[in-house]
């Protein structure tokens, strides 16, 4: 699903899949890209890239979801960058807890520093 979904993106886009621009602006080499067209999946700093690259979600690019576009932030709402995110992964996880109430949110942040004990609240 990973290589179909990339594939598509970059036709879109007028890009090489395999081309210098391409794996420049994700920082891959040409070795990896057979490989990802065989059925691997690139890791996640590179899934990263390629979302942030094509404005679209992780989620789209592994067929978890059909929806290309990251939700928008509610108006009342801070963006993840504007709130401080720290990475994708920490965007992802404020939108998806962006409706939820502040007893919620805080749970939300008690469990990750659980799991991530030198993470700064």
Same mark, same amino acid.
């Given at each position: ?12 886009? =007028?890009?090489? $899949? *395999? ?5 420049? @602006?994700? =920082?891959?080499? @040409? ?11 690139? !890791? ?11 404005? @679209? ?5 592994? =067929? ?12 009342? !709402?801070? @963006? ?5 995110? !720290? ?13 939820? *109430? ?18 700064? $609240?």
């Amino acid at each position: 699903m990973f290589w179909e979904r990339y594939e598509s993106l970059c036709r879109e886009a =007028g890009v090489s $899949p *395999s081309g210098m621009e391409m794996r420049n @602006t994700i =920082g891959v080499s @040409t070795g990896a890209i057979p490989n990802w067209k065989k059925g691997a999946v690139p !890791e996640h700093k590179r899934l990263e890239a390629i979302a942030t690259y094509f404005h @679209t979600t992780i989620s789209y690019l592994l =067929g978890d979801s059909d929806d290309r576009h990251p939700p928008a932030p509610p108006e009342n !709402e801070k @963006t993840p960058a504007e709130a401080g995110a !720290e990475s994708a992964l920490d965007a992802d996880i404020m939108r998806a807890i962006a409706g939820q *109430s502040d007893e919620v949110k805080r749970k939300v942040l008690a469990l990750l520093l659980e799991l991530q004990p030198n993470a700064k $609240p």
